[in-house]
């Protein structure tokens, strides 16, 4: 089992910065693919950004250029920089891990974060 917990969302004005933190614990030692999932009201949870155990990052079109992803093997975090913000991006943010052992992908969450683009 992999245990997640986001920290980092609040309430920002357009054009402004947030850095989401995702902290992972337990059977971490074999999770393939961190992400950030974000689900807005009404609107299925959609990818973000995610960074491979080998460092490849992949972007949402939509956030491409404005948000970053990294980790800290060290302290077992993955964050989310996100600059420029719109509000659009207004959502509840999940961190993701995701395993995949023999063909089957098991995908653990957090409890999620919610982030506020509002003037």
């Known amino acids: 089992q992999v245990q997640l917990v986001e920290s980092g969302g609040g309430l920002v004005q357009p054009g402004g910065s947030l850095r989401l933190s995702c902290a992972a614990s337990?059977?971490?030692?074999?999770?393939?693919?961190m992400g950030w999932y974000r689900q807005a009201p009404g609107k299925q949870r959609e990818l973000a950004a995610s960074?491979?155990?080998?460092?490849?990052?992949n972007y949402a079109d939509s956030v491409k250029g404005r948000v970053t992803i990294s980790r800290d093997n060290a302290k077992n975090t993955v964050y989310l920089q996100m600059n420029s913000l719109k509000p659009e991006d207004t959502a509840v943010y999940y961190c993701?891990?995701?395993?995949?052992?023999?063909?089957?992908?098991?995908?653990?969450w957090g409890q999620g974060t919610q982030v506020t683009v509002s003037s």
């Open positions: 960074i491979t155990s080998g460092g490849t990052t």
């Open positions: 993701n891990a995701r395993k995949i052992r023999f063909g089957i992908t098991y995908d653990y």
């Open positions: 337990g059977s971490i030692f074999s999770i393939n693919v």
